[in-house]
C-alpha cells in the first residue's frame, strides 16, 4: 500500500471485535514516524460494549510507524521496545498487540492500564484477526 494516499484500515477479530485506524499520509516502507495531527483509531465493536468510539492522536509526531516489516502500525513511544505502539498489526496481518493511551487517547483506564489494553481487542497481544480490510481513501 505504499505511496498510495490516505487509508482506513479495519480489522475484526475471531472474538468478533472490530477496531481499526486511518493515515491521511501515504504509507511507506521506510522504518520512520509520520507527523500527522489529523489521523485517528477507533472500536466499533468493543470487548466492554461501548458502542464506536473514535481515539484521537494526542501526540502528531508519533501518529503512524512506517515499516517494510510490519503490517498497518499506529502511535508509539519514542523507544519502541519500552513503549509499544497502540495499534499494531504484524505482517502476516494475523496478529497484533493494542497498548492504547501512548500517542493516541484513551477510552478507558489510562497508559499501560489493563482496561487501555484491552479496550480494542479484549487483550493486549492474546488475539487472533480474522479480517483487515485496508480502503484507499479517495
Known amino acids: 500500500c ?3 494516499g490516505a487509508t482506513i484500515t479495519i480489522c475484526r477479530t475471531v472474538d468478533g471485535f472490530v477496531f481499526g485506524g486511518t493515515n491521511t499520509q501515504s504509507w511507506a516502507s521506510n522504518n520512520s514516524w509520520v507527523n500527522a495531527s489529523d489521523t485517528f483509531i477507533f472500536s466499533l465493536i468493543n470487548p466492554f460494549n461501548d458502542g464506536a468510539r473514535k481515539l484521537k492522536v494526542k501526540n502528531p509526531a508519533r501518529a503512524v510507524y512506517n515499516s517494510a516489516s510490519f503490517g498497518p502500525t499506529f502511535g508509539g513511544g519514542g523507544q519502541i521496545m519500552i ?7 504484524d505482517s502476516t496481518m ?3 498487540h493494542t497498548n492504547v493511551g ?3 487517547s484513551t ?3 489510562g497508559w499501560r492500564s489493563d482496561e487501555a489494553q484491552r479496550s480494542l481487542a479484549g487483550s493486549l497481544n492474546n488475539w487472533s484477526l ?3 480490510e485496508l480502503f484507499i481513501l479517495q
Not at 513503549?83 to 498489526?89: E, G, R, S, T, V
Request: proline share 5%; glycine share 10%; net charge neutral.
Open 94 to 96: 494475523k496478529k497484533g
Open 83 to 89: 513503549d509499544p505502539f497502540d495499534l499494531y498489526i
Open 130 to 132: 480474522n479480517e483487515v
Open 107 to 109: 477510552y478507558r483506564g
Open 102 to 104: 501512548n500517542a493516541y
Open 2 to 4: 505504499d505511496n498510495k
